[in-house]
Antibody, heavy 118, light 107 residues
Framework: EVQLVESGGGLVQPGRSMKLSCAAS????????MAWVRQAPTKGLEWVAT????????YYRDSVKGRFTISRDNAKSTLYLQMNSLRSEDTATYYC???????????WGQGVMVIVSS | DVQMTQSPYNLAASPGESVSINCKAS??????LAWFQQKPGKTNKLLIY???TLQSGIPSRFSGSGSGTDFTLTIRSLEPEDFGLYYC?????????FGSGTKLEIK
């Protein structure tokens, strides 16, 4: 059974950093691209970043480019999101997702909440 | 960026009925559209990708149609577990973008 379990969220002050992790199991992690998708309170889904199966390619939405870094450790079957210079508008539930066929997401985690507030 | 406009915002129906949810892209995305279901306490579920391909394990009462800019998700013979939020997502290009969601409620 595919499982994606996020961790590392919480309350952080504006301008500070936070690193999210996503532990994957139930599939060969190194064969799949992975992504982060977020959802602000009472809002819709918003794609954040994607990384290729081997980490050689990364893609970001403009609003996080230069501040967020997606990375992975295939030996540990773990996906990461390093978030720097956090802003109030980054407040959201962050979901880890497996990149399925054709730029979509076939499995999702339960999500981890990030609150950016002073 | 490709803007995805989803309608209706809210939809109320009874078990056994059929419903349709629409998604319109701001430019052609060929067939590359996915549909997701979101429910409290459950992980988001991929229902349809590439416009009309049913994801493994998804009941056949779900179907997708459309190409270019206009797409539809149809759910036939609604079951109680089908109520929740539905989102479309264009798979054609980065940045990947989602519709604003449709809340399907029990009438």
């Amino acid at each position: 059974e595919v499982q994606l379990v996020e961790s590392g969220g919480g309350l952080v002050q504006p301008g500070r950093s936070m690193k999210l992790s996503c532990a994957a199991s139930g599939f060969t992690f190194s064969n799949y691209g992975m992504a982060w998708v977020r959802q602000a309170p009472t809002k819709g889904l918003e794609w954040v970043a994607t990384i290729s199966y081997d980490g050689s390619s990364t893609y970001y939405r403009d609003s996080v480019k230069g501040r967020f870094t997606i990375s992975r450790d295939n030996a540990k079957s773990t996906l990461y999101l390093q978030m720097n210079s956090l802003r109030s508008e980054d407040t959201a539930t962050y979901y880890c997702a497996r990149a399925g066929y054709g730029y979509t997401f076939d499995y999702w985690g339960q999500g981890v909440m990030v609150i950016v507030s002073s | 960026d490709v803007q995805m406009t989803q309608s209706p915002y809210n939809l109320a129906a009874s078990p056994g009925e059929s419903v349709s949810i629409n998604c319109k892209a701001s430019k052609s995305i060929s067939k590359y559209l996915a549909w997701f279901q979101q429910k409290p306490g459950k992980t988001n579920k991929l229902l349809i990708y590439d416009g009309s391909t049913l994801q493994s394990g998804i009941p056949s009462r779900f179907s997708g149609s459309g190409s270019g800019t206009d797409f539809t998700l149809t759910i036939r013979s609604l079951e109680p577990e089908d109520f929740g939020l539905y989102y479309c997502q264009q798979q054609n290009e980065y940045p990947l973008t989602f519709g604003s969601g449709t809340k399907l409620e029990i009438k």
